[in-house]
């Protein structure tokens, strides 16, 4: 459970509480690589409020997301108390869908905007789906008891592929072990900044 997790040696949470608007990277650090990198900057860089768990290597367990219960964790708890919509960071890796951004999660007027703003960034060969039917369905993060769905008016899980995460040059994960940040990576932080100031002036 998610309790236990938090109490392990090397695992810590980062909130920073700002905006209404969330970011979150739930399987961070040595697990999902480059998400609470993303997660972080972007919330950073727009005002926004974000959530983290980061595991230090060698440290690599998967809790489901369903399992992150706010009952367990004051921070998480604040967090979502706080927010109004989350955007939850994840990464996943399929061979067919290397190149596949995947937008699932409950509010999908959310998940409609982040989309028009990642295809306005991202051109061949990267895909951004949107359509929650042509998402694999352990990858939709529809359970209601997944955290990105508890925000006030619920949220979108941003699956990244490897492709998108992976220096190429540096050959290795980016922002990971002193790993230069790829492009990509920047860009992706960018645009979904630009995308949270946006839903906020546009909400507002």
């Known amino acids: 459970m998610l309790r236990e997790l938090l109490q ?52 690599r367990h998967h809790l489901p997301s369903s399992y992150f219960d706010p009952a367990q964790s004051p921070a998480l708890a604040a967090f979502l108390d706080h927010v109004d919509v989350v955007v939850g960071i994840h990464g996943y890796g399929r061979e067919d869908r290397v190149h596949q951004l ?13 989309a028009l703003h990642l295809r306005a960034g991202f051109g061949a060969p990267y895909e951004i789906i949107a359509e929650l039917h042509e998402i694999p369905d352990g990858l939709r993060g529809m359970h ?12 979108v899980q941003v699956e990244l592929p490897p492709m998108i995460r992976w ?38």
Do not use: K
Request: contains cysteine; charged residues 25%; glycine residues 12%.
């Open 8 to 59: 392990r040696p090397g695992v810590r949470e980062i909130l920073e509480l700002r905006g209404t608007f969330g970011f979150m990277a739930i399987h961070g650090g040595n697990l999902e690589r480059a998400t609470d990198v993303v997660a972080r900057e972007a919330a950073e860089r727009s005002g926004a409020s974000c959530y983290s768990v980061i595991q230090a290597p060698p440290l």
């Open 144 to 155: 209601p008891d997944n955290p990105v769905n508890r925000a006030r008016a619920g949220g």
């Open 102 to 114: 995947l937008l699932g999660g409950g509010n999908r007027e959310l998940a409609g905007h982040l």
């Open 167 to 204: 220096n190429r040059e540096a050959h290795n994960w980016s922002d990971h072990l002193a790993t230069p940040r790829a492009p990509e990576v920047e860009q992706l932080i960018d645009v979904l900044a630009s995308a949270s100031r946006e839903w906020v002036r546009s909400s507002g």
